[in-house]
């Protein structure tokens, strides 16, 4: 596709129920980024794939958040028994490899109930 | 439509005027910035860069100038048009920090008629 795509769009989950999130990235771009946005906030960084591998989950908040990349393109952010406070929108990015201008997609709102 | 812009600093100005809209960093040891724009309900689109060995850079409409004595960042933005109505966010990219973005807090820019 022309851009970065994410889906589902918009996502409400009943408090303690697993999520997964997708994120399909320009074609060729190695590097691919999460990042979550609260509202009226900017985003904050989740983790990092360069290809398939995952060079950095620092952001990640808690053991309750996993993200894979394991062909290195689609990836997909999974939340494990999710909490109010993950009640956010969740953007994926992605870039060639060197480049530092990241492409974002459109995002997927979670809402935890 | 969703908001985004919550809670976040405004600045309002006629159609037709300049707008200029700051940020302050923290880490000296950034060496990459980036202005990024983000419309209700989509993601952040990126609109200019700057390298830390620069004090300005100058795009079609756009200038970024980077002062890292006070480590302040501003965008300018020439002849503001409606359709630059949106949150505006300054990031950085810390030297060795794989290419991930730390984003500022965000000024929603709003253009009146």
């Known amino acids: 596709g022309a851009g970065v795509s994410q889906s589902p769009r918009y996502k409400v989950a009943k408090r303690g129920q697993d999520v997964a999130l997708r994120c399909d990235p320009i074609?060729?771009?190695?590097?691919l980024f999460w990042y979550q946005q609260a509202l009226g906030q900017g985003p904050e960084f989740l983790t990092y794939?360069?290809?398939?591998?995952?060079?950095?989950k620092s952001g990640l908040p808690s053991d309750r958040f996993f993200a894979e990349r394991p062909e290195g393109s689609v990836s997909t952010l999974k939340i494990q028994r999710t909490q109010q406070e993950d009640s956010a929108v969740y953007l994926c990015?992605?870039?060639?490899?060197?480049?530092?201008?990241?492409?974002f997609g459109q995002g997927t709102r979670l809402t935890v109930v | 439509g969703e908001s985004v812009g919550l809670h976040l600093p405004t600045l309002s100005v006629q159609e037709g005027d300049n707008s200029i809209i700051n940020c302050a960093y923290s880490?000296?040891?950034?060496?990459?910035f980036i202005w990024y724009k983000q419309e209700s309900g989509k993601g952040p689109q990126f609109i200019i860069d700057?390298?830390?060995?620069?004090d300005k850079r100058q795009g079609q409409r756009v200038t970024v100038l980077l002062n890292k004595t006070v480590k302040h960042l501003s965008l300018q933005i020439a002849a503001t048009q409606p359709g630059d109505s949106a949150v505006y966010f300054c990031?950085?990219?810390?030297?060795?920090?794989?290419?991930?973005?730390?984003f500022g807090t965000g000024t929603q820019l709003k253009v009146e008629l």
């Open positions: 794939f360069q290809n398939e591998a995952q060079l950095d």
């Open positions: 700057i390298r830390s060995n620069m």
């Open positions: 990031a950085e990219i810390l030297t060795g920090g794989g290419n991930k973005l730390t």
């Open positions: 880490n000296s040891a950034s060496d990459y």
């Open positions: 990015a992605s870039s060639l490899t060197g480049s530092t201008e990241a492409f």
């Open positions: 074609s060729g771009h190695v590097s």
